[in-house]
């Protein structure tokens, strides 16, 4: 085995021989699917009918493998959660890769097999990739982006932008909270932390259009990602003629992961999910709606944790487990970079 | 005018805050259109009617700005070039922003700009961003992805896969090659070589398509981007019952690109562009083709450089400007790193 066919070289992302190696022995036999075959300039996908969804995100997280994921199962999840949020069902997806030279073709291979698998379930073909490599020391690693395409069904159409959301409607959130970010930060090694937490990363699609074919009462679904659910609720509340109330007792966050958050200070109302929802729907279908989820591998932590009120529009608010009450604000700042 | 409104922050790629404010003074204002503003996780775009043809580049160029570009215009009109090549009129783009801590907020916003003259010039609206930033010194001050969809119209729905190409046909290429790598070379200062020239880096779509709708002897295009002419003609001929004979003297290269490759060792057929594409054509069509190409702003320098000969199936041979033949093989290694 020679250097090349162990370590990514500059002439990997030169568009040459190297490029076309590299393609047809990594990304063809991962992601192989009839229009990456193609190997036209872009691919041809066909018609797609319906109202069509299109999202992008780019995954710089550090450590690239952590319990839980990789940043190749992040990326495909991030961008196929944005799309089903938005009540779409994910159908393509497109891959960009920036790679450091010198990056093990091992680990990049651990990458792409993650990515197809996580696809795979999703059900979104990758239908079009692109590799640029960059020298050593100006890029960490791998960054991938993702971009997403998907259908919304008829039904769904008005999910995507909060205008069904009414006072009396319920809050639920699909799991605890607070794992990716401290299973990532634990991963890093550089607290001095070894915790025994596994990030929730995982594509949602198949859980969310079950529950949105039982419950016609779903008004709006996010997912919380970097901001983690603080962010989530006050962007949605934002200029809103409605107010959030969250009660802290029903906000589910697993033992490990608090106690982490508590000795290193983070709000677990900050901290980013990768795998967890926040619903509002309205009241009458809210508990079953919570049963139904929690009978999903994905939803299995899922609790009614507030409602929506006429008090204090465009605000969130939190009742205290003592008994006060406090504003949840946007985050300020950068608490913990390269988390997604 | 306090740092954060004149540098990138960690704090503008948390989610929070920052990140609101970031995508309200830069994005939405350069970008703003209905259906960024709904600020979804996922623009909805509506119905596209007609076959999808979905494409992504990662963009990595060193330095961000050069004659006749910056970073923001290639991300642009590489993925309006590559959908249009393909026969699809470009519709939506995304973008994705991984930024160096500490890059300069003006720089970004020439940046965002040039991505917006771009796309609005192309007809591809920005449907859907993201912006993540890294620590200083883990990037290299800005990538850019960019993905887009476009609609291939029916009758030009056999263009991306070569498969109507046929012996006889001409090789027309759009414009003088080698100017976009020399151009961005010239700019790093490296070689100590200053040469006046421009990158090609263009949006091909409105040139293509009005090529396409008056010459139906169109059978196949494709950008000549990296590894240049000779990678193109290359891919196009590999594995195919038919060869591809080039003169050289009819090459189009401008005296100060042949100059610098000359000095510097380059073969201008390796070198990318960046608003060049080569086109095969039913021979009948080829002188008035070019001729029409020659009119538009982006084809001034058009010409018919070869053709596809049944001899010599699978390869691409050069008639030499001394009257030799020698043949044109996929670039090797990386001959220049972060031209795109």
């Known amino acids: 085995m020679n250097d090349s066919t162990h370590r990514i070289h500059l002439g990997h992302g030169a568009g040459g021989r190297l490029t076309h190696e590299l393609i047809g022995s990594m990304f063809m036999r991962h992601f192989g699917n009839p229009i990456l075959l193609q190997r036209a300039d872009a691919g041809i996908i066909g018609q797609l009918n319906g109202t069509i969804a299109l999202t992008t995100d780019s995954f710089v997280v550090r450590p690239l493998f952590f319990p839980g994921g990789d940043i190749g199962k992040l990326a495909v999840c991030g961008t196929v959660n944005d799309l089903a949020v938005c009540g779409a069902r994910p159908a393509y997806i497109t891959a960009g890769f920036i790679i450091e030279e010198g990056f093990g073709m091992n680990d990049l291979e651990r990458i792409v097999a993650s990515m197809a698998a996580a696809s795979s379930e999703a059900g979104a073909m990758v239908a079009a990739g692109d590799t640029k490599v960059v020298e050593h020391g100006t890029c960490d690693g791998v960054f991938i982006n993702t971009a997403g395409i998907g259908v919304v069904p008829a039904a769904w159409q008005s999910l995507h932008d909060g205008s069904r959301i009414a006072i009396g409607d319920k809050v639920i959130v699909s799991g605890p909270i607070a794992d990716h970010g401290m299973a990532v930060l634990a991963a890093r090694n550089e607290m001095g932390v070894s915790a025994p937490i596994v990030s929730d990363c995982a594509p949602l699609n198949g859980m969310i259009h079950a529950m949105l074919e039982r419950f016609d009462g779903v008004k709006f679904m996010r997912d919380a990602t970097r901001g983690g659910l603080a962010a989530v609720l006050c962007e949605i509340a934002e200029k809103k003629p409605f107010g959030v109330i969250i009660d802290e007792r029903r906000v589910p966050v697993r033992d490990a992961t608090r106690a982490m958050c508590d000795m290193l200070g983070f709000d677990p109302m900050h901290v980013a999910n990768e795998g967890t929802i926040v619903i509002f729907i ?59």
Not at 327 to 335: K, V
Request: glycine share 16%.
């Open 282 to 340: 309205d009241a009458r279908q809210a508990h079953d709606a919570a049963a139904f989820l929690r009978s999903h591998r994905y939803g299995g932590g899922a609790a009614i944790i507030g409602e929506v009120t006429g008090q204090q529009p465009g605000m969130v608010r939190m009742r205290t487990a003592i008994g006060g009450m406090r504003i949840i604000d946007m985050p300020e700042g950068e608490l913990l970079p390269r988390i997604c």
